[in-house]
């Protein structure tokens, strides 16, 4: 299995913006997409974003037009920009490979990166 290693998180005030990383131990891409996910405490984890390595993007309708879903294949990396930020986006932010058809994550899940948006 690949290891992911998220970063980038803090505390950001509303409508600033962040940018996510996830690095990953080897090959990220082993299965047919990588996607950001996000979890807040009581609910369950929610997809917000994948990609396919030909670059095909997906966003979940709460976070398009203001996310940016990106890789850097030779450095096994994906990105999420997130911009406009808005107290709902709070949540700990964590990547995988995703099943393109399914949304069900394919890797052991990161430690993931806290983000909390808050004035």
């Known amino acids: 299995q690949v290891q992911l290693v998220e970063s980038g998180g803090g505390l950001v005030q509303p409508g600033g913006s962040l940018r996510l990383s996830c690095t990953g131990s080897?090959?990220?891409?082993?299965?047919?997409?990588m996607g950001w996910f996000r979890q807040t405490p009581g609910k369950e984890r929610e997809l917000v974003a994948k990609?396919?390595?030909?670059?095909?993007?997906y966003y979940a309708d709460s976070v398009k037009g203001r996310f940016t879903i990106s890789t850097d294949n030779a450095k096994s990396t994906v990105y999420l920009q997130m911009n406009s930020l808005k107290p709902e986006d709070t949540a700990v932010y964590y990547c995988?490979?995703?099943?393109?058809?399914?949304?069900?994550?394919?890797?052991?899940w990161g430690q993931g990166t806290l983000v909390t948006v808050s004035s």
């Open positions: 995988n490979s995703v099943s393109w058809s399914s949304n069900i994550a394919l890797d052991a």
């Open positions: 080897g090959r990220i891409f082993r299965f047919n997409a």
């Open positions: 990609i396919t390595s030909g670059g095909t993007t």
